[in-house]
């Protein structure tokens, strides 16, 4: 099985076996049948002459049976959906924990500081007795709605800038200077630069993330905006006097959803991982506000004493899952919304 | 696993075309590409300057004093006038480039009071460039034999290659480097019993910082790599030289990884500002004296001035990065046709 004259022979032998049993099976059907049955002219059926031959077939439902049949990418969505759910379920839970109160020991009125993880604090305490558990999901809250708020700004901006770029002709070699010069700059750069300048918070976060992400993602639906604009079938759209609007929607987007929705998918962690980032550069969120960065950030300072270092892994752990979920189903539904692979 | 993986591959395919460059190649000269990408590369870095330096003139003003709660009003007024801070823009934007060409960077404020940042990034430099060059240097080392080991197992029964590469590049690019470069830190130092901190005597501390800042290139590579092989191995030529009864060895070793390791140049400038942006991170977590740990310490300090030429000089070498990166791309990519060289392409 090691080499290549091998693959090309047992796959062209198995072909050849399924095309022989095809006949096989025809032959075995009407075999049984009597000589003057099978010789009958058919009648003439004038409804079903009126049946035209149509395609049932629909994008959306291909492009969910492809990403089913991805049992991984299906597994990798069951754990965002749970966790997305869960995230925003939590604290309507019963017996939740509020992640900005410290919590004192009932007896000794002193602060619960540095507890382990246990029945009573699930994920423990962190360094100034506020309970991890509460704070873990309250910060994935926060960094998830900057992760979206960006992707979505991506998407929409990225998208309309990209579509006027590539069906306008005259705005091209404008847009094309344009990105030449700011993709030049490294997003850290620019990143570390508004926050530095700006109030931190949330805001100035998600200012600072969508000001040069919609680069790459304009970039791209221009490429494939020209690729596919004059291809044969749009000009038979627009011989036809199908109007721009009918052909962006319906003949350009189902060739760019995959592109979007895989920047989208990508675009949450890149901003979970900015804002980490950010945050141990001293100029992200505000310490007190929960959110991913500080949390990593908080468990950082503690990571050297080795009973201490649950406060960096728990949140660490719930990024990793949320990131390499986003990534893998961003991926898959990517493959699964590219029409081309919608033909079997 | 694996068809996932395999999927993701071909739509990071997609993502990457659009760092791509976008020049009419085909019909330039390599030397007339160059010349034009040099211009490029200058009006850009102009433009950036002077929107990098608008930008830092909305910089808190805290940042220019050594002692402001302790001055009047008056006090700030005169100092910010002496620094030239209350002419107008463009004035400022005029100076700024004078001194530029004279080498002059400014003076730190709070950094080192009234020492030349020019002289303190001179300083720090040399270490900076020395461990981005090494961990740019081990990416290909050990993303090559990845990509080329995980290439030549998808044909194997097990891909045990294939399926650990997969499963790393996966991890790698989901993961923010923010957060594995702490757990590289956290674990591999106590794993190795070495120290978390980076001292320059000592060989041991560099491994750490260098495989951090090299982890990313290195899935890089291996991913493209093996994309490029897979693509390469399955071409008829490569089924014909099986069919003649070429040994396998010489198919992967002399057909399929030469010709697959061309365009592997493309992502070399990517890589490079990778490296540079990580080095922000990872110097300062290592407390490494070089230049990426300076401009994390000069913003939490809020030296104005420092950051100001350190942003400054970032946003030149990424400029130059990319440029030089593209200079590569377009002496190795054999599909530029120049010269009369025989192209067999």
Same mark, same amino acid.
């Given at each position: 099985m090691n080499s290549f004259a091998d693959l090309g022979s047992s796959k062209l032998e198995s072909s050849l076996n399924d095309e022989l049993k095809k006949h096989v099976? *025809? #032959?075995?059907? #009407?075999?049984? !049948?009597?000589?003057?049955? !099978?010789?009958?002219? *058919?009648?003439?059926d004038s409804s079903e002459a009126e049946m035209g031959g149509y395609s049932n077939y629909s994008y959306w439902k291909a492009t969910l049976r492809a990403f089913l049949h991805n049992k991984t990418a299906a597994f990798f969505l069951a754990v965002i959906v749970i966790v997305l759910a869960f995230t925003f379920i939590q604290p309507l839970l019963p017996n939740q924990r509020s992640a900005k109160t410290i919590y004192n020991d009932s007896e000794t009125g002193i602060q619960i500081v540095n507890r382990q993880p246990d029945s009573e604090f699930w994920f423990g305490t962190n360094s100034i007795g506020q309970d991890l558990w509460a704070r873990t999901w309250a910060g994935t809250r926060t960094s998830l709605g900057i992760g979206f708020a960006v992707a979505c700004w991506e998407a929409l901006f990225g998208t309309v800038i990209g579509l006027l770029w590539g069906y306008v002709r005259k705005l091209d070699t404008f847009f094309t200077e344009f990105y030449n010069i700011f993709d030049n700059v490294p997003q850290t750069l620019v990143l570390i630069l508004i926050s530095y300048i700006m109030k931190p918070g949330v805001n100035t976060i998600i200012f600072a993330l969508c000001l040069t992400g919609w680069l790459g993602m304009a970039r791209f639906i221009r490429n494939q905006v020209v690729i596919i604009r004059d291809r044969d079938y749009n000009l038979a759209s627009r011989c036809l006097g199908t109007s721009t609007g009918r052909i962006i929607t319906k003949n350009l987007l189902p060739y760019l959803v995959s592109v979007i929705t895989l920047r989208m998918a990508l675009a949450i962690p890149e901003a979970i991982g900015n804002e980490v980032f950010v945050t141990y550069i001293g100029i992200g969120l505000p310490t007190d506000m929960a959110s991913l960065g500080n949390l990593v950030q908080a468990g950082r300072l503690v990571m050297s004493q080795p009973e201490l270092r649950y406060q960096l892994l728990f949140p660490t752990a719930v990024l990793a899952v949320i990131t390499i979920s986003l990534y893998i189903v961003g991926n898959s539904f990517a493959d699964a919304a590219d029409p081309k692979n919608h033909v079997d | 696993m694996r068809a996932v993986i395999e999927k993701c591959n071909n739509s990071s395919k997609r993502l990457a075309e659009i760092r791509s460059i976008n020049f009419s190649k085909g019909q330039d000269t390599v030397t007339k590409y160059i010349s034009k990408r040099i211009l490029h590369s200058l009006i850009t870095l102009c433009i950036v300057i002077v929107i990098v330096l608008a930008l830092l003139r909305q910089?808190? +003003? /805290?940042?220019?004093?050594?002692?402001?709660? &302790?001055?009047?009003?008056?006090? $700030?007024?005169?100092? =910010?006038?002496? =620094?030239?801070? &209350?002419?107008?823009?463009?004035?400022?934007? %005029?100076?700024?480039?004078?001194?530029?060409?004279? %080498?002059?960077?400014?003076t730190s404020i709070k950094y080192r009071a009234g020492y030349s940042n020019a002289k303190i990034i001179a300083q720090k430099a040399p270490l900076s460039i020395e461990i981005g060059l090494i961990s740019l240097a081990i990416a290909l080392i050990l993303g090559l034999p990845l990509g080329a080991a995980m290439a030549r197992s998808t044909r194997s029964k097990f891909k045990f290659w294939d399926r650990f590469g997969t499963v790393l590049i996966v991890i790698v690019q989901a993961i923010p480097s923010a957060v594995y470069y702490l757990l590289i830190q956290l674990y591999g130092s106590e794993w190795f019993g070495v120290s978390m901190l980076f001292s320059r005597s000592n060989y041991a501390t560099w491994i750490l910082p260098i495989f951090s800042l090299s982890l990313g290139n290195i899935v890089y590579y291996a991913m493209w790599l093996r994309r490029f092989m897979v693509d390469e191995a399955n071409k008829d030529y490569i089924k014909l030289a099986c069919a003649k009864g070429v040994s396998q060895k010489k198919i992967w070793d002399r057909h399929v990884f030469r010709n697959a390791i061309v365009p592997l140049v493309q992502y070399i400038p990517n890589s490079i500002l990778f490296t540079l942006m990580g080095s922000l991170y990872v110097e300062s977590l290592y407390s490494i004296p070089g230049m990426g740990g300076l401009l994390v310490q000069?913003? &939490? +300090?809020?030296?104005?001035?420092?950051? /100001?030429?350190?942003?400054?000089?970032?946003?030149? $070498?990424?400029?130059?990065? =990319?440029l030089l990166g593209d200079i590569l791309m377009a002496i190795f990519d054999p599909r530029i046709s120049f010269t009369g060289k025989e192209g067999a392409r």
């Open positions: 099976s *025809a #032959y075995d059907k #009407y075999k049984d !049948l009597p000589e003057d049955e !099978l010789f009958t002219p *058919a009648e003439f | 910089m808190p +003003i /805290e940042g220019y004093f050594n002692n402001f709660d &302790k001055m009047s009003q008056t006090q $700030i007024n005169v100092t =910010l006038k002496q =620094l030239g801070l &209350k002419d107008p823009l463009p004035v400022q934007v %005029g100076r700024y480039f004078v001194q530029l060409l004279h %080498g002059d960077f400014g000069a913003i &939490k +300090i809020q030296d104005n001035t420092l950051v /100001e030429a350190l942003v400054v000089l970032y946003s030149m $070498i990424s400029v130059v990065g =990319l």
